[in-house]
């Protein structure tokens, strides 16, 4: 399933924009927020890769493996790195410490012996101790010097070398050899609590050690590598990244001979698993649903194939399964099939589909991240906490994550945190810093920040028309008797002749936004003048009319019950900009917005939703801060302490006037926040440190600037014969013992074919 998001980490350059009107920060009581221990309803949802042990996967063939692009650089340390950077690298480098089934960091015995703190105080000191077997692909040992080189490059000191990141290694004071080559003293200027993130993946010194290597060398090859596969070629113009066995390799042997990473964009996953390019690939729920349908047929009437995947398949039942895959009923598809000679060519196709996908697996998981929706907070109705919690309570969290999850047959609990998932070390569901949906108690914050029923209609300045402070700012007395009324209904008379202008006028923007491929929800109109307009016309005042069918001159007909509904303040409606991506692949996204949508229209709050093409919509919109109301994720994390703060770290005023806001896109922060963040990754005891990020966790609800919806799904078609792989919630792949149970063909790797 396609979701728009954002890697953790590598996005940290600063951007500059607008700079928030910050105020003081409303906080809840935060009942029970610190409380220790993890949360006894946590439960990870398990990885499903069709577990084999190594002696029943065959040894040899190669593998295709589907990926959005061939990744802009090979360097996961720049800005542009992106998820198929991290799962290439992680198959050709060091990592130290990689996340296990529940998303807790693990030492990782193929690099490393021992790794710890051997010292507190005076500072910090951590020993590690290599894997004496451990060596890159060109022989020479994995030692302190690409320790050492790393730091350099990432500490911040020497600004050519082109980063994204460096959080963590701008506190590491000195890096030494230890009693012998294979031990590597690391010691630190400040405490760092998550130094088990450091050097992973661990490039060799050769990349690291000068900027060149460094900015453009390992952007499109990395001749010295480490793990179970090496670097064969990159072909961009084929879409495909190839790697064979690391025959230097030292660990278990990889049972694959090669591994290729291919090219190949979401909505063409169908076509690719069909026609045999691919035989790994992230799909969409529609992808999902046609090999479940292919695997419900592949019989006939449900039963095995004859001969190999989907041999069995027969027009009738070919026939009925296409029919229902396109919407048709149980009955619908009978009668499809009493007119299957007209239709023998599509049966025919989707017959050879179905023959082909009948040979996958769907494997399944939870993804290990959420779908937030974010509140721009920088400026307008959103920069009041007031407004930003009313509609965080309005939202139903739980029907949002029913719509996305239970369909696919997935646990639909809204996360309880922004710093962890369900299953990981500490969770703890700290939302009820927040309150529970609650629409009552959304429309009294609503009030109290001003936002009335009916405000959008009238002015606080005009409530008292003909008042004494208003007159006396004219220079004029108050009049008294029969003079001051007819005053008061001129006045009135001409009012209503404005608004009923006002409301043409909107109409007609109203008209051209949706034109433009905007369009506004719970913005009605008023209707004409003759219909509930203001205003009398020419046939109310002809003799010989209805009694009581006209009112006297100047009185304005009452605006319609929806106008009434509308929140509005000083004659303004509450109306946010709604932000969605347009892409085929971002269907659940549009669901989950229509539904937020019809829950802020339940309570007056009107939005202009606008679609916009997936490849902008975060570059011109999420990160520069043109929209009131989005959805993205945010992956998870094994230390929350160093990737959650600047996500959420206040933003800071530039010298020049703008802000940076490093990765907080919601621009909504506090001292407190940032102050616990500080104090969590300094804090070597980890059972402090968890408490520390639950007491942050619990003020970022209580900002509402973002609101957790639900874990992503994810869903990754499977040839069936594959082992080892598929849906790894939070693990890391291991890559060697990737393989197909019975040997495939060992086709050339980089033409598609097996």
Known sequence: MSHVGVPRGTARKRRSVALLATGVLTIPVLA???????????????????????????????LNWAIDAVPSTLNAFQADADGATTRITGALLPSLFPMDAKGEPRLNPDYLESAKVIEREPKQVVLYKLNQQAVWSDGRE??????????????????????????????????????????????????????????????????????????????????????PF????????????VLDRNPRWWGDEARLDSLVFRAVEPGKRTDALTEGTVDVADIDPATANSIALAARYRGGNGGPPAHGPGAGITPAAALRSWALAHGSDEEAAETAQAAREETREAVAVYAAEQKALSGFAVRKSLEPSYTQLALNGEA??????????????????????????????????????????????????????????????????????GWTPGGALRSTRDTKAGSEAEKKDEGEKPAAGEKAA????????????????????????????????????????????????????????????????????GTAAPAPAAVKSRLGKDGKPLSLRFVLPSGPGSQSLRTVGEKIVAMLDSIGISTQVTKVADDSYFKDHIASGDYDLALYSWPATAYPATDGRPIFAKPE???????????????????????????????????????LLKQADARIWAAAGSIPLYQRPQLVAVDKKLANIGAFGFAAPRYQDIGFTARQAAGPPANGKK
Not at 178 to 192: A, E, H, I, N
Not at 230 to 241: A, H
Not at 392 to 417: C, F, I, M, Y
Not at 656 to 683: C, K, M, P, W
């Open 380 to 449: 307008g109705p959103l920069s009041d906490d007031r407004v930003r919690r009313a509609i965080a309570r309005t939202l139903d969290r739980q029907e949002l994550a029913d719509a996305v999850l239970k369909p696919l047959g997935l646990p639909a609990k809204p996360p309880g945190s922004h710093l962890a998932l369900a299953g990981q070390p500490g969770y703890k569901d700290g939302s009820g810093a927040l309150g529970e949906q609650d629409t009552k108690e959304a429309q009294a914050l609503l009030a109290d920040a």
């Open 486 to 553: 007819d005053e008061d209904k001129d006045e009135k008379a001409e009012k209503a002749g404005k608004k009923d202008e006002k409301a043409e006028d909107t109409e007609k923007d109203d008209k051209a936004s949706r034109e433009e491929g905007e369009y506004t929800v719970g913005d009605d109109k008023p209707g004409s003048r003759s219909s509930g307009g203001s205003g009398v016309t020419a046939q109310d005042k002809q003799p010989g009319g209805a009694a009581g069918a006209y009112a006297p001159a």
């Open 32 to 62: 029970g927020c610190t409380s220790d221990g993890e949360d006894p309803t946590s439960v990870a949802v398990p990885q499903d890769i069709a577990p084999a042990s190594r002696d029943r996967v065959a040894d040899g063939s190669t």
């Open 142 to 227: 994995i030692g302190a010097p690409d320790f050492v080189a790393q730091w350099r490059a990432l500490s911040g000191k020497d600004s050519a070398f082109w980063t994204a990141r460096n959080a963590g290694y701008e506190r590491i004071e000195k890096i030494e050899r230890g009693k012998d080559d294979l031990q590597v003293r690391v010691t630190f200027s400040k405490p760092y609590a998550d130094w088990r993130s450091l050097f992973s993946p661990l490039y060799p010194k050769e990349v690291t050690g000068s900027p060149g290597t460094f900015n453009d060398g390992a952007r499109t090859t990395l001749r010295n590598t480490a793990g």
């Open 230 to 241: 090496r670097l064969r070629s990159v072909n961009k113009p084929r879409g495909t990244v």
């Open 653 to 691: 005023p530039a010298t020049d006037g703008s802000l940076l806001v490093a990765q907080n896109y919601t621009r909504v922060g506090s001292d407190h926040i940032d102050q616990l963040f500080d104090r969590a990754v300094a804090e070597l005891d980890a059972d402090a440190s968890r408490d």
